[in-house]
């Protein structure tokens, strides 16, 4: 069975600083996606950036960017110039190819931005 | 386009009752998954319907069913409610394309007391 692990239950930035959060995974399957997906308090799970297992560029979306390692089965998670609405828990998750819609979500990690 | 949607917001039922939850996934979508997210930890994929029918279970018993309608809207229900069943319940919906985003609504929050 495939699993998530984030080793960070809490993280905290200071505005407009950069912050990594860690993930790890273990799977046996080659083709998967990864992503890392943001819940404010409003509950509402959005989407940060994904990463298809088969590429092997880093994804980038605006100020959030990945490191994928494939070898290591790691996938953190980098957020530059720091805003104080990016406070969330953040959830790292994986999707086998195959698996339809179906993801396999980490613990999450809370971020605090300071101001 | 309107996003994902989900009824009631909250919910209080008492231990032993029924109760169903409902989604109306994203114009377009004939795929929906529902998970379950207890306090303080990931969501657990509970199953995902794909055209009315569930393709895919995660690992909860037989009194957590689903439906889902040609309108791809859907229904989670429960019986037998237990107290471990407090949690926030999300859908999430998807087109059928293996590699496309899924949606997610804003959960309900169920207490069983």
């Known amino acids: 069975a495939q699993t998530v692990t984030q080793s960070q239950p809490e993280m905290s930035v200071q505005e407009a600083e950069t912050v990594t959060l860690s993930c790890t995974y273990d799977t046996s399957e080659s083709d998967y996606y990864l992503f890392w997906y943001k819940q404010p308090p409003s509950r509402q799970m959005i989407l940060v950036i994904r990463?298809?297992?088969?590429?092997?560029q880093n994804a980038t979306e605006n100020r959030f960017s990945v490191n994928f390692q494939k070898a290591a089965k790691s996938f953190s998670l980098k957020i530059s110039d720091s805003q104080l609405g990016d406070a969330a828990m953040y959830f790292c998750?994986?999707?086998?190819?195959?698996?339809?819609?179906?993801?396999?979500f980490g613990e999450g990690t809370q971020l605090t931005v300071n101001p | 386009e309107t996003g994902v949607t989900q009824s009631p917001t909250h919910l209080i039922k008492t231990r032993g009752q029924q109760v169903t939850l409902r989604c109306s996934s994203q114009?377009?979508?004939?795929?929906v998954s529902w998970y379950q997210q207890a306090l303080g930890q990931g969501p657990q994929f509970i199953f995902q319907?794909?055209?009315?029918?569930?393709?895919g279970r995660g690992n909860f018993p037989p009194r957590f069913s689903g439906l889902q309608f040609p309108n791809y809207s859907s229904e989670l229900n429960v019986n037998a409610l237990e107290l471990d069943d407090s949690a926030l319940y999300l859908c999430?919906?998807?087109?059928?394309?293996?590699?496309?985003?899924?949606?997610f609504g804003p959960g309900t929050r169920l207490t069983v007391l």
């Open positions: 319907y794909y055209r009315e029918e569930e393709n």
């Open positions: 990463q298809e297992a088969y590429k092997q």
């Open positions: 114009s377009g979508h004939n795929t």
């Open positions: 999430a919906s998807k087109t059928g394309g293996t590699g496309d985003e899924q949606f």
């Open positions: 998750a994986y999707r086998r190819e195959t698996s339809g819609s179906r993801l396999t």
